[in-house]
């Protein structure tokens, strides 16, 4: 690939008296942005494919349109990423905001390298985060160790993005399709020093002032959604004491179970205060259902749950209950059997889960456009980790990473590396009020997914969204800013102003002079660079004399690097007759300023004339691809 120059070259004369040179050079100029006021959003809805990584994500573009969007094909050995043509096919593919989000917690790997990520195979298999230090981070802003919900590595409880939204007097809903209790919505609202404290975990929740909770986790029911004698011994997800509570009106929830009841109140009709919903199912909507060995068979040949509402159903209904707020909510919906199958390398249900999934997507959506706007609404859609290691057929160590591949109503060409959650980047999406602060946030470059931000970033931008009470009482509340860090970095050439030309000294056979030292800045955060290092580079003009010249291939230049604050290196000896390096840095050596020089040599051809030369070395600075 050709380098990209990002300015204009700059020149400085130099003379020789043949008995002088002109250098010249090109600074790197990087658009500058004015600052914006953010739009603050009435409602935030964010939805989450718990296990959906990339690859989760195009097994259900496959299988629905015979197209892929995101898919690529990465080498390790060579470096080499190429991204296969991509098709839009689901409503989150025309958000404005498409990035990409790290995910690790505060143990195991404790962070994510993109070289080690696409250089290794098995680099992202393990250490990988936990769906509780997961729904923490994204609930809170702050990482913890796996198996947490709510607590700090060092034990301090945290505040949730849930009880924020609650102190500001909006109204939240927390939805999933997997136990109501599992990780994941509890990370938004509650805090445990286990996540398998499922029983004081529903207590919580129960009580934490949240209006509407859906989920699995009926007692009464199987996952093949039969009746069964009670269960709230080992392994249940809610305690008899909270079952009696919520299913004879002890809470302020109405209480519902039956998939019509749930269609009522997607419907609008007999819109509560508050919705408890547990469906008719021991864990899962459908995920668990029989059939579960059947992973060729195409997605919804398994008969499905019949009493069960879908995700899309359920989301419908939580916000006709929090669109009752006249000061907004906040909406957490998440497709939590994503991750089951994942473990489990089921494809057909890794498909089914994921169609699920979208349609609640959609089902937001409808909802924001016919009954709010994107004015008022943020909507982020993304995933808390990667669950299976899926990748396309034939990836492993030797070959690398491939693409999936499929055609309309198949299941998709898919290979499975791993049982369990691994620290893959996973896409996020987001559309509406706010939604441009996340890219802001996203100062880091993965160098096949492009710019990504940190779950806990997620956290941190829903508080700040979300705001503060108002002050209590005489108290006078007082709020102050800081800014993100500039996204106007760049990345610039200084030459110094010399007055006239840089001259050379020595006999009528070799002549040697410096080239004035030169500055290059680069402040621009990853996700600016792209991953990119520069180079600064130059060459020289002939050298003239009114009729008379000789060749720039008599000049050449040692270059050096006086200073450096992130260890760029200096080019070699080389003749100014085309392009030389005087400087490179890679992407980690690039950042700062680096001051460099160099030592010209000028050989004087024997068939040259007496007389005053002069000649321009021109510099320029490239941004590397």
Do not use: C
């Not at 890679?586 to 001051?595: L, N």
Request: glycine content about 10%; charged content about 20%.
């Amino acid at each position: 690939m050709n380098p990209r120059t990002t300015g204009r070259a700059r020149r400085l004369i130099v003379m020789s008296t043949v008995a002088g040179v002109a250098l010249g050079a090109t600074p790197a100029v990087a658009a500058s942005a004015e600052t914006a006021e953010t739009p603050v959003p009435k409602n935030v809805i964010v939805l989450i494919s718990d296990g959906g990584g990339y690859n989760q994500f195009d097994a259900a573009r496959l299988y629905e349109t015979g197209a892929s969007y995101q898919q690529v094909e990465v080498a390790p050995k060579s470096g080499t990423a190429t991204k296969v043509p991509g098709t839009k096919s689901e409503v989150y593919d025309d958000f404005a905001v498409q990035i990409a989000q790290s995910h690790y917690s505060a143990g195991g790997r404790a962070a994510y390298d993109p070289d080690l990520a696409w250089g290794d195979f098995t680099w992202v298999a393990s250490g990988a985060t936990d769906s509780a230090a997961a729904g923490t981070a994204l609930g809170t802003g702050v990482k913890t160790t796996n198996g947490t919900l709510g607590f700090a590595p060092d034990g301090t409880r945290l505040l949730t993005v849930g009880e924020q939204a609650l102190e500001v007097g909006k109204k939240v809903g927390l939805v999933t399709s997997v136990p109501f209790n599992h990780a994941t919505p509890a990370g938004f609202i509650a805090h445990n020093k286990s996540r398998n404290d499922y029983h004081g975990l529903a207590t919580e929740m129960i009580d934490s002032g949240v209006d509407v909770i859906i989920g699995g986790g009926h007692p009464n029911y199987t996952d093949a959604n039969t009746s069964r004698s009670s269960h709230f011994g080992t392994g249940s997800w809610i305690s008899q004491t909270d079952f009696d509570r919520v299913t004879q009106g002890k809470t302020p929830f109405s209480y519902v179970e039956s998939k019509a009841d749930f269609e009522k109140i997607a419907a609008g009709e007999n819109v509560p205060d508050k919705l408890f919903g547990l469906a008719r199912v021991a864990e899962t909507f459908q995920y668990n259902r029989p059939g579960l060995s059947n992973k060729t068979v195409l997605p919804w040949t398994d008969k499905i749950n019949a009493d069960v509402p879908s995700l899309a159903t359920s989301a419908t209904a939580a916000l006709n209950v929090l669109e009752k707020d006249e000061d907004g909510f906040f909406l957490m919906v998440e497709g939590g059997a994503v991750d089951w199958a994942g473990h489990a390398n089921q494809t057909t249900r890794i498909v089914e889960e994921q169609l699920s999934f979208n349609e609640s997507v959609e089902a937001v959506t409808d909802w924001v456009e016919t009954n709010s706007n994107w004015d008022e609404t943020l909507v982020i859609v993304t995933a808390d980790h990667e669950t299976g290691y899926l990748a396309g057929p034939g990836a492993g160590v030797e070959k690398g990473w491939t693409a999936l591949t499929g055609t309309a109503g198949q299941l998709p060409n898919v290979s499975w590396h791993s049982g369990n959650h691994t620290n893959a980047l996973v896409p996020l999406y987001a559309q509406g009020a706010g939604a441009d602060v996340l890219p802001a946030r996203a100062a880091k470059w993965d160098f096949v997914r492009g710019a990504y931000l940190d779950n806990t970033d997620l956290g941190k931008t829903i508080f700040d969204l979300l705001g503060h009470a108002p002050a209590e009482g005489d108290a006078v509340g007082v709020e102050a800013s800081v800014p993100l860090p500039a996204q106007a970095g760049q990345l610039s050439l200084a030459v110094p102003a010399v007055e006239g030309p840089v001259a050379f000294a020595g006999d009528t056979s070799a002549q040697k002079a410096a080239l004035p030292q030169v500055v290059v800045t680069d402040s621009r955060n990853e996700a600016q660079a792209q991953g990119r290092g520069w180079t600064l580079s130059g060459s020289a003009s002939a050298f003239v004399a009114g009729n008379r010249s000789f060749g720039a291939e008599n000049l050449a230049w040692t270059p050096r690097v006086v200073s450096s604050a992130a260890g760029a290196v200096a080019g070699g000896t080389a003749t100014l007759d085309k392009p030389a390096t005087l400087a490179d840095a890679d992407r980690v050596g690039r950042v700062g300023e680096t001051v460099v020089a160099a030592d010209l040599n000028l050989t004087i051809p024997a068939t040259a004339e007496s007389g005053r030369y002069g000649s321009e070395i021109t510099l320029t600075l490239f941004a590397k691809d």
